[in-house]
T-cell receptor, first 110, second 113 residues
Framework: GAGVSQSPSNKVTEKGKDVELRCDPI?????LYWYRQSLGQGLEFLIY????????KSGLPSDRFSAERTGGSVSTLTIQRTQQEDSAVYLC????????FGPGTRLTVL | DQQVKQNSPSLSVQEGRISILNCDYT??????FLWYKKYPAEGPTFLIS?????DKNEDGRFTVFLNKSAKHLSLHIVPSQPGDSAVYFC????????????FGQGTRLTINP
């Protein structure tokens, strides 16, 4: 596709369950970002992948959060043992001249 | 530690008038600034940017002003149109580009007919 795509668009889960969120980047974009937007808040940086370099994980809020990027393309953000405060919109972006965002995944933890 | 702040959570403007959205930052190392626009259920889309070597950048109805001494930038939209109703995010980078952005909290702009 022409843009960044994310799946699922919505995810409802129970507290304590694990979730996986997927990002399909724009073809050829080597840098990929994950952000989180909690209700009424700005975009909070989580993690950044650039080519084959070690990812910048400085924004991950706890060790329950992890992400990987396979083959420099698709990325998966995993949240283990979800908590209610993890409820947010999770946005993926890739970089060319600027950052291009996907539509996000709205995660609701009950 | 909020390095980029948008102190107005919402703004309401009449169609045809000027909309002014404000953003303040604290990190003097920031040298590149961007505005993104976000509609509901969509990701943010890039609107306009400015490098710290400039104090103004214009693109059609959109103009961004940068005041480095005050660590302040603003986005002017004139004339405002109903389709401009969205959440606007200010972002800043210390890398002369969009590689690592710090975002503000956003301002919800509503254009009234």
């Amino acid at each position: 596709g022409a843009g960044v795509s994310q799946s699922p668009s919505n995810k409802v889960t129970e507290k304590g369950k694990d979730v996986e969120l997927r990002c399909d980047p724009i073809s050829g974009h080597t840098a990929l970002y994950w952000y989180r937007q909690s209700l009424g808040q700005g975009l909070e940086f989580l993690i950044y992948f650039q080519g084959n370099s070690a990812p910048d994980k400085s924004g991950l809020p706890s060790d329950r959060f992890s992400a990987e990027r396979t083959g420099g393309s698709v990325s998966t953000l995993t949240i283990q043992r979800t908590q209610q405060e993890d409820s947010a919109v999770y946005l993926c972006a890739t970089l060319a001249d600027t950052q291009y965002f996907g539509p996000g995944t709205r995660l609701t933890v009950l | 530690d909020q390095q980029v702040k948008q102190n107005s959570p919402s703004l309401s403007v009449q169609e045809g008038r000027i909309s002014i959205l404000n953003c303040d930052y604290t990190n003097s190392m920031f040298d590149y600034f961007l505005w993104y626009k976000k509609y509901p259920a969509e990701g943010p889309t890039f609107l306009i940017s400015i490098s710290s070597i400039k104090d103004k950048n214009e693109d059609g109805r959109f103009t961004v002003f940068l005041n480095k001494s005050a660590k302040h930038l603003s986005l002017h939209i004139v004339p405002s149109q109903p389709g401009d109703s969205a959440v606007y995010f200010c972002a800043a980078s210390a890398l002369q580009g969009a590689q690592k952005l710090v975002f503000g909290q956003g301002t919800r702009l509503t254009i009234n007919p």
